[in-house]
């Protein structure tokens, strides 16, 4: 407490204490008063700055993080029904350090995709689809509602899964006693590459659209309908 004098020397610290305390009261004989009254200023002191402390701690721990896999989000209106995909986008080039492109599709833990792995369909959480309307998705004949969708790369297909289990974080994959369907589709080359990962609708026709699925020069396609 003797730096308060130099600090604020004409100034009482009825702000620290409740208490008209002057400089004079602390640096001048100490009674056992004054020696209370200087250790709860110091006490005070200390509380202060703890609590500015834990102030400063929860703005941070509530601040938003970015995202290194943006959210991804794609609308299709058809037929008097509304499908929606959200999910997130992985990018080709590592959003980490060394920030160097990364290996996409192939065979092996060292690419980001691994042929013949359950993949989420992105990143992040679980990639989701939301029918406003029955439709027809994969072959398979959905009520309206909410699904979550995997898939497995192959070098020459890509297999859809369709599952009923929703609310879960993308990764670990459930299991197939939640799969309502599976589809196998060819694998497009396209010519201009695609990043980050996206997932866009093309209509073709008054009841039906595909729901493409693309990355680097891959893409693949499931067949969707409005009853």
Same mark, same amino acid.
Do not use: K, M, N
């Given at each position: 407490m003797r730096i308060l004098?130099?600090?604020?020397?004409? %100034?009482?610290?009825r702000f620290l204490t409740g208490r008209a305390l002057t400089c004079r009261a602390l640096t001048g004989r100490r009674s056992a008063a004054t020696r209370r009254t200087a250790a709860h200023c110091r006490a005070?002191?200390? %509380?202060s700055a703890g609590v500015a402390l834990l102030a400063c701690v929860a703005l941070l721990a509530a601040a938003p993080r970015k995202l290194l896999s943006p959210p991804g989000r794609a609308v299709l209106h058809l037929a008097g029904a509304t499908v929606t995909v959200t999910y997130h986008r992985p990018k080709m080039r590592n959003p980490k350090p060394p920030h160097a492109p990364r290996l996409i599709f192939g065979p092996g833990a060292k690419y980001l995709v691994p042929f013949g792995q359950v993949w989420r369909l992105g990143a992040n959480q679980a990639t989701t689809l939301i029918?406003?309307?029955p439709i027809v998705l994969a072959g398979r004949h959905l009520a309206?509602?909410?699904y979550t969708l995997f898939a497995i790369p192959d070098p020459g297909h890509w297999t859809l899964i369709i599952s009923k289990k929703?609310?879960?974080?993308?990764?670990?994959?459930?299991?197939?006693?939640?799969?309502?369907?599976r589809e196998t589709s060819p694998v497009h080359h396209t010519a201009s590459k695609i990043d980050p990962f996206t997932i866009p609708f093309r209509r073709t026709g008054s009841h039906s659209a595909q729901l493409r699925f693309a990355l680097d020069h891959t893409m693949a396609a499931a067949s969707l309908r409005v009853k």
């Open positions: 004098p130099y600090i604020f020397p004409h %100034r009482s610290y005070v002191v200390v %509380r029918a406003t309307a309206a509602g909410t929703t609310g879960e974080w993308g990764i670990p994959y459930p299991g197939r006693q939640f799969d309502l369907a």
